[in-house]
């Protein structure tokens, strides 16, 4: 919740700010830019495996704030590369973001994902996920999420 009401904030600021821009179709030619970088990797890294585009759109020293991702871009491609294999990129995405928000440089895109309901396993449920990034210098600088923290891998066997 903290960190939903940080996003808010975060763009509430940003929007303010964007009165001094040239403004084109909706967005800054700026905004335009990052929806295009940030789509680069939610949509053709991670969603489509390509990993390799991560030197062209995050910066080196790429700050993750989910608990589970290393930071720097090397750590997120390593973290990224487990059991992953890239298919060929289409135009559509897998997951179609059900809202996307430019504000300057943050851009957060949220989906919907299907989970295990802890009541019963046996059923599913509808959940809200949201990634947010800014972009630096034409770069991804730094992400959140609503992730919280796994268990280690061997806590999660028992």
């Not at 790429?62 to 608990?67: E, G, L, R």
């Given at each position: 919740m903290k960190r939903l009401c940080a996003a808010a904030m975060i763009f509430a600021s940003a929007s303010l700010t964007l009165s001094a821009q040239?403004?084109?179709?909706?967005?800054s030619r700026e905004e335009k830019k990052n929806?295009?970088?940030?789509?680069?990797?939610?949509?053709?890294?991670l969603q489509y495996g390509h990993l390799e585009l991560a030197d062209k759109v995050m910066a080196p020293d790429?700050?993750?704030?989910?608990?589970?991702?290393?930071?720097?871009?090397?750590g997120f491609k390593q973290f990224m590369s487990r059991n992953r294999a890239a298919e060929p990129i289409q135009k559509e995405w897998k997951r179609t973001p059900t809202l996307i928000i430019v504000a300057g440089p943050y851009v957060m895109f949220m989906t919907d994902v299907k989970a295990k309901d802890p009541a019963d396993p046996a059923k599913e449920y509808t959940r809200d996920h949201f990634d947010l990034v800014r972009v630096a210098k034409g770069m991804i600088a730094e992400h959140w999420d609503e992730?919280?923290?796994?268990p280690p891998v061997s806590a999660q066997n028992k």
């Open positions: 040239k403004i084109v179709g909706g967005k929806l295009e970088v940030a789509t680069l990797e939610f949509k053709d890294m790429y700050i993750q704030h989910n608990p589970n991702v290393p930071g720097g871009r090397e992730a919280r923290k796994n």
